[in-house]
């Protein structure tokens, strides 16, 4: 499954400049872990780093400027970088397997001259077939809803005044509707394979919003396969797990027994109306308990669970601040389930998390760990936690990372 080795941001909130992992020119950086977790205090961008992943993923989903102005955001005054113009740029550094040519994708998004978000510019590059060193070169550039683009899986371009006009791959493109991105159009073409690989990858990201009072609703009956971002389908995917994969939702269920005592069968029932309801028995009452009578923390695992025990997982999943709900004996054991499915083998995702909970981080290793703290200009800088020789140090010798955390040990100022 394709995994993310590094992510820019620049003029994002108070990420006027961050990058995490592996970047086309930046090769001397490590990629990310399948298993990936920023933490620091309130305050400094956790929650936008969140977020720019989910704009990246609304902005395909969408079109750039619906993205701006969804609720959480405001629109794209309240997004870009205080004091800052110009554009908001985003890249994402990922490979489609181990042993593929890396592919980066740059996107900016400005205001045009009426005030409107745009799609700036828009690059998909790669090294050529055989190449091992040096930089890519672009199978896709757009300024302005205008370039070109490459056709096949090895075509690449030349350098920023492009190829010759006798190369039959090449392609002139102009969109028509400047808010949208290219690969939203090109990636549904057949000649375009690279392109298309990259945006069913980012369709398929996953960003956790969900909430116990969501999955308290109680939705019209019908399978469905997928948990949804805000969970008020969780009844309607365990009817579908009931059905489809008997055996595997068993293992939900004896997971469960093991991290929430008194939990010992989960089941689902359809009333009269048409919607469909989650019972949870703990053995020492006749009668089931429903959804609606179980504690957040019970819920919240469940679907954690749930979800990570889908057939057919995201590629990419993110979660913000997990932890918020649930007894703190239960993170060391729901980081360890989040490593175990997020183990960079075939069919696993990447799994990205936001937390403020020492006791999460008590399971992690400094590799895995980013740290994100306000810099002078109030803007957020990052490092990663083994960078940080001291604690590399302390860690070896069988201190908790969650407990050097609570010590200041990661506050590299």
């Not at 590094?6 to 006027?16: A, I, M």
């Not at 990201?205 to 971002?229: C, E, I, M, T």
């Not at 399971?363 to 109030?378: C, D, H, N, Q, R």
Request: aromatic share 10%; charged share 25%; hydrophobic share 35%.
């Amino acid at each position: 499954m394709a995994i993310i080795e590094g992510f820019g941001v620049k003029n994002f909130r108070v990420l006027h400049d961050v990058t995490i992992g592996k970047l086309s020119a930046n090769q001397k950086s490590e990629p990310l872990t399948p298993f990936t977790v920023v933490i620091g205090k309130n305050g400094s961008g956790k929650s936008s780093l969140f977020d720019a992943f989910g704009f990246v993923a609304d902005c395909l989903a969408t079109d750039v400027e619906t993205a701006c102005d969804m609720k959480q955001r405001g629109g794209f005054d309240r997004l870009i970088s205080k004091g800052k113009t110009g554009a908001i740029r985003f890249e994402i550094y990922y490979r489609e397997s181990a042993g593929e040519r890396p592919i980066t994708y740059e996107l900016a998004i400005a205001l045009d001259r009426l005030g409107r978000p745009f799609v700036e510019s828009e690059v998909l590059k790669q090294r050529r077939k055989g190449q091992r060193h040096g930089r890519p070169f672009p199978f896709l550039r757009l300024t302005h809803g205008k370039g070109t683009v490459w056709a096949g899986e090895d075509a690449v371009g030349e350098d920023e005044a492009q190829s010759s006009e006798e190369d039959n791959t090449q392609t002139p493109v102009e969109l028509t509707d400047p808010r949208q991105l290219g690969i939203a159009t090109l990636g549904t073409l057949k000649e375009h394979p690279r392109i298309k690989r990259f945006r069913d990858f980012l369709k398929g990201w996953y960003l956790s919003y969900f909430y116990p009072d969501a999955a308290r609703s109680l939705p019209s009956a019908g399978p469905q396969r997928h948990l949804n971002v805000h969970g008020d389908n969780i009844g309607n995917v365990v009817q579908y797990m009931e059905r489809e994969h008997k055996d595997r939702f068993k293992n939900i269920l004896a997971r469960i027994a093991t991290k929430i005592p008194g939990v010992k069968e989960i089941k689902t029932d359809v009333t009269l109306d048409k919607r469909v309801v989650i019972q949870f028995n703990d053995g020492a009452f006749g009668d089931p308990f429903f959804a609606q009578q179980m504690s957040d923390g019970t819920l919240k695992v469940f679907a954690y669970l749930l979800m990570l025990e889908d057939p057919a997982p995201p590629p990419f999943l993110c979660i913000e601040e997990p932890e918020n709900g649930l007894y703190h004996k239960l993170l060391e054991s729901l980081a360890t389930e989040f490593r175990e499915h997020a183990n960079g083998k075939k069919n696993s995702p990447q799994i990205f998390v936001t937390t403020h909970q020492p006791y999460f981080v008590d399971a992690l290793t400094p590799e895995e760990v980013w740290i994100l703290e306000k810099g002078k200009e109030g803007f957020s800088t990052i490092q990663r936690v083994s960078e940080l020789e001291i604690v590399r140090n302390l860690v070896e010798q069988g201190l908790p990372l969650g407990g050097l955390w609570y010590s200041d040990y990661l506050d590299s100022r």
